[in-house]
Antibody, heavy 123, light 106 residues
Framework: EVQLLESGGGLVQPGGSLRLSCAAS????????MTWVRQAPGKGLEWVSI????????YNADSMKGRFTISRDNSKNTLYLHMNSLRAEDTAVYYC????????????????WGQGTLVTVSS | SYDLIQPPSVSVSPGQTASIPCSGD??????ACWYQQKPGQSPILVIY???KRPSGIPERFSGSNSGNTATLTISGTQAQDEGDYYC?????????FGGGTKLTVL
């Protein structure tokens, strides 16, 4: 059974940093690209970033480029999202999701999602 | 950026057919996916590669994609199908989601 468990969310002040983790199990982690998607309270889904199975290819949403960095540790079956210079508008539930392919490309899809972790940016 | 446009809401009577459109420039030239999200829950994939259903998704869910519009169709809609539906497609090296459509079964 595929399981994705996010952690690391919480309350952070504007300008602060946070690292989210997503522990994966139930599949061969390095065979699949992984992504982060966020959802602000009462709003729709917003894609953040994706990394290939090996971690050597990453794509990022323009709106977060330069502040957010996706990475993965295949030895630990864990995906990360490093977030810097956080703003109030980054307040959201952050989901990790498994991609259906090893590489990042337009024929794949997000077939499993975690439960999400809430990040609140406020003073 | 590549915009995917969905109507904010769609209403349907139980047992009837619900159609949720998703519009984007030449969307039919790329694959579209659909996700269902119920309140307080994570999204789940209901349609991928335009018209394929993952295992466990009821046959009443179907999809199509042509021209500038992808469409999610739910035949014989049930009360349990209420929720938010999001289309998704790739634009070069970025992933785009539609704004979401709230499906109400009344």
């Amino acid at each position: 059974e595929v399981q994705l468990l996010e952690s690391g969310g919480g309350l952070v002040q504007p300008g602060g940093s946070l690292r989210l983790s997503c522990a994966a199990s139930g599949f061969t982690f390095n065979n699949y690209a992984m992504t982060w998607v966020r959802q602000a309270p009462g709003k729709g889904l917003e894609w953040v970033s994706i990394t290939s199975g090996s971690g050597d290819t990453t794509y990022n949403a323009d709106s977060m480029k330069g502040r957010f960095t996706i990475s993965r540790d295949n030895s630990k079956n864990t995906l990360y999202l490093h977030m810097n210079s956080l703003r109030a508008e980054d307040t959201a539930v952050y989901y990790c999701a498994k991609y259906s392919m090893r590489t990042c490309g337009n024929s794949g899809y997000f077939d499993y999602w975690g439960q999400g972790t809430l990040v609140t940016v406020s003073s | 950026s590549y915009d995917l446009i969905q109507p904010p809401s769609v209403s349907v009577s139980p047992g009837q057919t619900a159609s949720i459109p998703c519009s984007g420039d030449k969307l039919g030239d790329r694959y579209a996916c659909w996700y269902q999200q119920k309140p307080g829950q994570s999204p789940i994939l209901v349609i991928y590669q335009d018209n394929k259903r993952p295992s466990g998704i009821p046959e009443r869910f179907s999809g199509s994609n042509s021209g500038n519009t992808a469409t999610l169709t739910i035949s014989g809609t049930q009360a349990q199908d209420e929720g938010d539906y999001y289309c998704q497609a790739w634009d070069s090296r970025t992933v785009e989601f539609g704004g979401g459509t709230k499906l109400t079964v009344l």
